[in-house]
């Protein structure tokens, strides 16, 4: 009996048919359009025969391997994404978080990156929070977000804008004014957790937390 909690498996190959046929009916047409016509692009851009330039080679594995973080990504843990280096004749793991190259799922052990992302902000934390990071920026590394750099900016102005709005009141004690700043900074979480949902993919959940 297959354990369903176990993840799919799929090897991207430049020699093969293309992927989407190994992917269960419905995924496949969900899959982004230009996630889809990169990866048939970088197949059918393969010569019937190999390629004999090795600069072209070198080229077309390069490719390869970002469309396989790509697709990696889009899957998110449900998959594991394997990528053949024609290159090198050899066969690695994509980290669906990271985009790092494993030898194996079992190399990498349990990825460290948040699978549930919460969008919410206190008085002098970071606007994310995630199961055993705690509250984290937005750019760090280790939970390998790769937001763009624009709604990085704007979950970091959030954060310091929240903790602005504290520190006044802890110098007027300006009641209203505070509640008033609350009131437009959830709105604006709310929009933030949106733009966040839709960068990080359907691998991950995210959900509001508000503003305390």
């Known amino acids: 009996m297959t354990d369903e909690t176990e993840p799919r498996q799929l090897l991207l190959r430049a020699d093969a048919d293309l992927p989407w046929d190994d992917l269960p ?8 359009a230009d996630l889809t016509d990169r990866l048939r692009a ?3 851009a393969r010569p019937p025969g190999g390629f004999t330039d090795r600069p072209a080679l070198r080229r077309h594995v390069k490719q390869g391997l970002e ?3 790509a697709l990696a990504k889009q899957l998110g843990p449900a998959w594991v ?3 053949r280096d024609e290159r090198h004749r050899a066969d690695k793991t994509v980290c669906w978080g990271c985009g790092q190259l494993y030898w194996s799922l079992d190399a990498h052990g349990t990825p460290p990156h948040p699978l549930h992302l919460v969008v919410e902000c206190e008085y002098k934390w970071h606007p994310l929070r995630g199961e055993g990071f ?17 709604l990085v900016d704007d979950l970091n102005r959030w954060a310091r804008d929240i903790t602005a709005a504290m520190d006044t009141w802890l ?6 004014a505070l509640t008033a700043a609350h009131d437009r900074l959830r709105d604006v979480g709310r929009e933030l957790t949106e733009r966040v949902a839709r960068e990080v993919g359907p691998g991950r959940t995210v959900t509001y937390g508000g503003v305390w």
Do not use: C, K, N, Q
């Open 134 to 150: 705690g509250d984290f920026a937005p750019d760090d590394p280790a939970a390998a977000l790769d937001l763009s750099d624009g």
């Open 67 to 69: 469309v396989a973080r």
């Open 25 to 32: 009916t419905g995924l496949a047409t969900e899959l982004p």
């Open 42 to 44: 970088w197949i059918l």
């Open 171 to 176: 110098t007027d004690r300006d009641d209203a």
């Open 81 to 83: 994404v394997r990528y």
